[in-house]
Nanobody, 120 residues
Framework: QVQLVESGGGLVQPGGSLRLSCVVS????????MAWYRQAPGKQREFVAD???????NYADSVKGRFTISRDNAKNTVYLQMNSLEPEDTSVYYC??????????????WGQGTQVTVSS
């Protein structure tokens, strides 16, 4: 079993910042990829950012220059630093990880999501 738990969401004013965290736990041998997605009301889930070992981080055009994804391998944690937030960023943000487990199984797992609301 692989579990992902997000935290750090909340209410912030336009132009403000939030830092999301996601902790991955379970019988993990290696985490291949960590990523963030988001889903706004009435919209489909969309890619936000990912970070892959040996590859530069990748960002959606809508957040490039404002959001930064990073990871702490020792803590099996991925972060999303969100600056210059806009009302259009209001969404439930989901953490995603592509993991190789100790029994060599490849697992793609999702967290439960954390709400980010940008409003004055």
């Amino acid at each position: 079993q692989v579990q992902l738990v997000e935290s750090g969401g909340g209410l912030v004013q336009p132009g403000g910042s939030l830092r999301l965290s996601c902790v991955v736990s379970g019988t993990i041998f290696r985490i291949r990829t960590m990523a963030w997605y988001r889903q706004a009301p009435g919209k489909q889930r969309e890619f936000v950012a990912d970070i892959i070992t040996g590859v530069m981080p990748n960002y959606a055009d809508s957040v490039k220059g404002r959001f930064t994804i990073s990871r702490d391998n020792a803590k099996n944690t991925v972060y999303l630093q969100m600056n210059s937030l806009e009302p259009e960023d209001t969404s439930v943000y989901y953490c995603n990880a592509d993991v190789v487990t100790m029994d060599t199984r490849r697992v793609n797992a999702w967290g439960q999501g954390t709400q980010v609301t940008v409003s004055s």
